[in-house]
């Protein structure tokens, strides 16, 4: 009971210092409204756009047509460095002139610098607890937000595929040179 007490005495405490200041309170409050207002005013809307992916095991569509499981860790991991890597950022920066979007001055020496900030704090790859990779871009137009995300997808597949034809052809290379060598050997 005494609980109740304390509690019926300090709301009317609050309501007593409330009255008593009211008008004080009004000001402060209206005051921080109007700043509050003028504040937003001066802010640029800013849209979000989310992708997601899920990373297979093989880039090949034979392959993941006879096994359509989505890929592990590593695949995941693999697709994270592609998003991560500068290649990346490169052909997002030069599609979508970002340096202009920003406003930066490339006369200014540090201006790659703010631009890899901003690259940075726009455009963002996370790895979910369900093995899938968001892929998310924040801008002040809702179309360049949602074009950047289908980039970087439509990207990032012409990017493994590369890899994976890279990796092809070194591995060919070496081959075809200890084949040659053999053969030489041979030959003698």
Not at 145 to 174: C, G, H, P, W
């Amino acid at each position: 009971m005494e609980i109740f007490n304390q509690e019926k005495t300090q709301g009317k405490l609050i309501l007593q210092f409330i009255w008593r200041y009211r008008i004080t309170l009004l000001i402060v409050f209206g005051i921080s409204a109007i700043g509050a207002g003028i504040a937003t005013s001066y802010m640029k809307p800013e849209y979000r756009s989310n992708g997601i992916i899920f990373p297979t095991k093989s880039n090949r569509l034979e392959v993941v047509m006879h096994d359509p499981q989505f890929g592990f860790d590593l695949d995941a991991d693999c697709l994270m460095q592609i998003l991560s890597s500068r290649q990346m950022q490169d052909a997002v920066t030069t599609k979508f002139n970002l340096a202009q979007y920003y406003e930066l001055d490339t006369t200014q020496v540090d201006w790659r610098g703010r631009l890899t900030l901003n690259f940075i704090s726009d455009i963002k790859y996370v790895r979910s607890k369900y093995m899938s990779i968001v892929i998310t871009a924040q801008t002040t137009s809702p179309e360049l937000s949602a074009d950047i995300v289908n980039y970087v997808i439509d990207t990032l597949d012409v990017m493994r595929e590369n890899i994976f034809k890279d990796n092809m052809t070194l591995q060919y290379n070496a081959v075809l040179s200890n084949y040659e060598e053999n053969e030489r050997l041979v030959m003698s």
